[in-house]
């Protein structure tokens, strides 16, 4: 017979296979911490117990948190990614950055792509994972304007203005009175049409916004819109 802790004991049968074995399952238990114990009793009466001998059921895998950043995050400064495993019965873990071996609360302070990713397996074979894919972009983006080129003169009294930044960055721009904004495409190229001047010498400015939230310094040119001189008509009507 058999019992798990302080339960009610139960008949373990005969092994047909191998004399003296006997075999049997134990009730339905919850993930803890159990002991069982045996006893014989042959037909004399005469009594022999063993036990209690301890064993945990754990059907749970380890769980993992990260700490000090998110999955999908892009931030414009320095962070310190923990990491916690929990289980009542760690075995062995791993926890790396890109590849190589990390240690929780160590601070990542160069911009670059990341991925920290943990795995843990416990003394049941119960495993768990968690991979976070970050961001770290602490440089400010730079704007090119690339036409009109700076010092041109114009005729008209709007123009397109074309240039280059970081990839999907917000754009302003702004000559005089005249301000927009407009998002940087997938290539990092960027255009504004019907950009309005003064008669005379205009300042064109633009300025970049990554995604991080990093703010950079305006380019400018100069633009000089000097109108098409009137033509005269001259002549006799017959």
Do not use: C, M
Not at 74 to 87: E, F, K, M, Y
Not at 183 to 201: P, Y
Request: glycine content about 10%; charged content about 15%.
């Amino acid at each position: 017979e058999a019992r798990i802790d302080d339960g009610a004991w139960f008949a373990l049968a005969a092994d047909a296979a191998t004399a003296g074995d006997y075999t049997g399952t134990t009730p339905a238990l919850a993930d803890g911490e159990y002991a069982y114990a045996l006893r014989a009793t042959d037909t004399a009466g005469n009594v022999a117990s063993a036990g209690p001998v301890a064993f945990a059921i754990d059907n749970t895998a380890p769980q993992i948190l990260v700490g000090g950043i998110a999955d999908g995050d892009i931030v414009a400064h320095a962070v310190t990614p923990t990491v916690t495993i929990t289980d009542a019965h760690p075995a062995s873990q791993s926890i790396t950055l890109n590849g190589a071996a990390y240690v929780s609360g160590t601070a990542i302070t160069a911009s670059g792509s990341y991925v920290l990713a943990v795995e843990a397996t416990d003394a049941a074979g119960n495993r768990g994972e968690a991979r976070v894919a970050f961001t770290l972009d602490l440089d400010a983006p730079n704007v090119v304007i690339t036409a009109p080129l700076d010092g041109a003169i114009v005729d008209t009294a709007t123009i397109a203005v074309t240039g280059t930044t970081e990839a999907l960055a917000k754009v302003e721009l702004d000559v005089g009175a005249f301000a927009t904004h407009v998002f940087a495409d997938a290539n990092g190229v960027f255009g504004v049409n019907g950009v309005a001047l003064q008669q005379g010498a205009n300042t064109v400015r633009a300025r970049a916004t990554d995604r991080a939230g990093n703010v950079g310094a305006f380019a400018t040119i100069q633009v000089t819109y000097t109108p098409a001189a009137a033509t005269a008509l001259t002549g006799t009507l017959a």
